[in-house]
């Protein structure tokens, strides 16, 4: 893409004046001299002043006509990129202001500082072809420049600090110090802008390590970076992030994935959630198509399913669609229940669940976190006591049997295939063997979490959520599950009460929690031995 003339004119003379000042900061370092450092803190004018006018000629780019994604994000990275230049422009000044200070040269060991400064003015040099060329090596090439200022740095640090030791000259290593640490920082913009460079070529933003993670995933499947457009798709509460991805396949056609990357934990659970769901239930969690570690970090390239998620055909689809997903569905999720069976007891641990997540809601909705009241005598208890009496009543009271569960059964993590009228699953990495009931009430409740309040649509999501626990409660029927309602309750209190830690509508929480302290309140007044008959109005908790 061709970027607007004031951001290439500015840009370049940018660049320029860094050599410049870069020189200077070597020459200064080389022989310390204060009419060096003078003429460096003269010119700071001059790189602030052309990295505002790229900033505004960015800006300006972006605000004329309809932006594509292609262009915001160049544009965007060129500002990253100004802005850091900047920022260079600036340590280095403070570099030789500390350095200054220091009343004995020897101490600061100024001739070390040079071979790190060319480092640092090399790799500023090759910002501009980086650019123009959309050479991804040669910005990662700038990027590891950061590592070599880490190592000087830690290398100069032990000196320093083992000077220190019974010297008289504390201030002048302490400015030494501060002076050595400026130059450190100057790898962490140069860090910044090679991120910079590498999401204006890749088309979405990226850190740098992730970019090393997806070029092994790629590798996995035979291509390469330079081949690759990824196209961001979300970003995980967790900090994962979500990408899809086109690359060329083997036969010339381009195969579309889905590039998953974050803490190595969560996406280990993730892979080994969709090779169990392939061995225990074939067909209905996508495909893995590559996985690499590194560090405390890893990523997946999984097949990327065709289809509609089951929030969109909710609030979008037709009703014949959506009364087709439903059906498919229900289907799906009986067959795995019965699959998947086995006659080992399940605690749910809804009530443990909820207590834990309980202070993330108070964060949000400090005036959830009540305590015991009294009204005209009438003492009515706090929510967490409730949570508590009625954790004791669940762990008497196991599902009698476990089938594998999905682990986090939303709306949005229900694929629906209209073509092969076909259910598949995503984000697996929480399946186990587990009491059915959690993904019946997850399910349910985030149908009645979404933020949408027309009439027309708010029925739709009553159905859908009342269809749900209507098939699950024939499955328990059937199966003799006579608690299943009385689980149910305490499943849909949880998700009702710790899904408004996502809803900031103050109205929406309200109603949300105003519904789990009537669960809960309604399975507590059961006698204990009778909760097999308890009934819950489910029609009228998910009414509006």
């Not at 690359?247 to 056609?253: A, I, V």
């Not at 964060?363 to 967490?384: N, S, V, W, Y």
């Not at 209209?418 to 349910?444: G, N």
């Not at 009645?448 to 027309?454: C, G, S």
Request: aromatic share 6%.
């Amino acid at each position: 893409m061709k970027l607007p003339d004031a951001v290439t004119e500015n840009l370049t003379f940018l660049l320029a004046e860094m050599d410049g000042q870069l020189a200077l900061l070597i020459e200064y370092f080389g022989a310390p001299r204060s009419e060096i450092a003078q003429r460096l803190v003269q010119r700071a004018g001059y790189s602030q002043n052309l990295s505002g006018r790229v900033r505004k000629a960015c800006l300006a780019g972006l605000l004329r006509g309809k932006a594509g994604r292609t262009r915001q994000m160049h544009l965007q990275g060129v500002d990253t990129v100004a802005r850091n230049l900047d920022l260079i422009s600036r340590l280095g000044r403070r570099a030789v202001r500390h350095a200054e200070s220091v009343q004995r040269p020897r101490l600061l060991r100024p001739e070390t500082f040079g071979r790190p400064l060319r480092a640092v003015a090399g790799s500023v040099g090759q910002i501009q072809t980086a650019l123009a060329k959309r050479d991804s090596r040669r910005a990662v090439t700038i990027g590891q420049t950061c590592e070599e200022l880490e190592a000087f740095y830690d290398q100069l640090f032990r000196t320093y600090t083992r000077d220190m030791q019974g010297s008289k000259h504390t201030a002048d290593l302490a400015n030494a110090l501060l002076a050595l640490n400026e130059v450190r920082r100057m790898g962490e913009a140069l860090r910044a802008i090679s991120e910079a460079l590498l999401s204006i070529n890749i088309g979405q933003s990226v850190q740098f390590e992730r970019y090393f993670t997806l070029r092994s995933v790629l590798s996995g499947v035979g291509g390469e970076e330079e081949e690759v457009t990824l196209q961001p798709l979300a970003e995980t509460r967790s900090g994962s992030a979500i990408s899809g991805v086109s690359l060329p396949g083997g036969d010339g056609k381009v195969i579309d994935a889905v590039f998953k990357d974050g803490d190595r934990k969560k996406v280990k659970e993730e892979r080994v959630g969709v090779q169990s769901w392939n061995s225990v239930y074939p067909g209905l969690a996508p495909k893995i198509l590559s996985y690499e570690k590194r560090g405390d970090s890893a990523a997946l390239l999984i097949e990327h399913l065709d289809g509609e998620t089951f929030e969109d055909i909710v609030l979008g689809g037709s009703e014949a669609r959506l009364a087709e997903a439903q059906k498919a569905l229900h289907k799906t999720v009986r067959d795995i229940w019965r699959q998947t069976r086995n006659d080992k007891p399940a605690q749910m641990k809804a009530m443990q669940q909820m207590a834990l997540r309980m202070p993330d809601v108070y964060r949000l909705h400090p005036g959830f976190a009540t305590g015991q009241k009294r009204i005209q005598g009438l003492e009515i208890d706090g929510l967490d006591k409730m949570i508590a009496a009625a954790a004791a009543r669940e762990e008497t009271l196991p599902a009698p049997f476990s089938v594998w569960i999905h682990g986090d059964f939303n709306l949005d993590n229900v694929i629906y295939d209209a073509v092969e009228r076909k259910i598949r699953f995503i984000d697996l990495h929480r399946s186990r063997y587990m009491d059915y009931v959690q993904d019946v009430s997850v399910f349910m409740v985030s149908n009645y979490r979404l933020q949408v309040l027309d009439t027309a649509t708010r029925s739709r999501i009553a159905q859908v959520a009342c269809g749900m626990r209507d098939m699950a409660a024939k499955f328990a029927r059937r199966q003799g599950d006579e608690t299943f309602e009385f689980r149910l309750a305490l499943g849909l209190a949880r998700s009702f009460a710790t899904s408004t830690r996502f809803v900031l509508d103050p109205g929406h929480a309200r109603r949300m929690m105003l519904r789990a302290r009537y669960i809960l309140n309604a399975a507590l007044a059961v006698p204990e031995g009778r909760e097999a008959r308890f009934k819950l109005p489910v029609r009228m908790l998910f009414r509006d």
